[in-house]
């Protein structure tokens, strides 16, 4: 298997949209990111419980929600990408049984030094609307001698 190649900043253009990444949102995503995150809430992890609160299954937590944010923002640009912000809202939840869907636009391209900046708006959505959505900061390499 190959290293992935990271953007350049000069590839990137306002408008560009990223691939989207798809999702399964199955019990065992939902209870591993609760576990890798620590949180041991249990509406992550216990159904009876989760039902018991109103919710129909277990639901992913946001911590795992940033974390497939930054997934989302570095399968795209690579492995020399930099995420500088990542600021998200929650929306819908992502419960066990649904699958997420990213989505990004390129929203703004800067140049600070040897640093590309490049602000992106981004969104996951499920069968019950936008789960997540925010805005993303990336630093991308721009100097000459990496074109």
């Not at 639901?59 to 929600?65: E, R, T």
Request: aromatic share 6%; net charge negative; with cysteine.
């Amino acid at each position: 298997m190959s290293t992935p190649n990271t953007l350049h900043f000069h590839q990137v253009k306002v408008g560009d949209e990223l691939p989207p990444l798809f999702i399964d949102v199955t019990a065992t995503v939902v209870v591993a990111g609760a576990i890798a995150t620590r949180d041991f809430m249990p509406v992550h992890h216990d159904r009876n419980y989760a039902n018991k609160q109103g919710a129909p299954e277990i639901f992913m937590n946001i911590l795992s929600d940033t974390a497939y944010c930054s997934r989302f923002l570095t399968d795209w640009a690579g492995p020399e990408a930099m995420v500088r912000k990542l600021s998200i809202r929650l929306g819908v939840p992502a419960f066990a049984g649904s699958t997420l869907t990213y989505t990004g636009t390129v929203t703004a391209v800067s140049q600070v030094g040897n640093e590309g900046i490049i602000e992106i708006s981004l969104r996951a959505t499920n069968n019950l609307g936008d789960h997540v959505s925010g805005v993303a900061v990336i630093g991308l390499p721009a100097s000459d001698a990496l074109a």
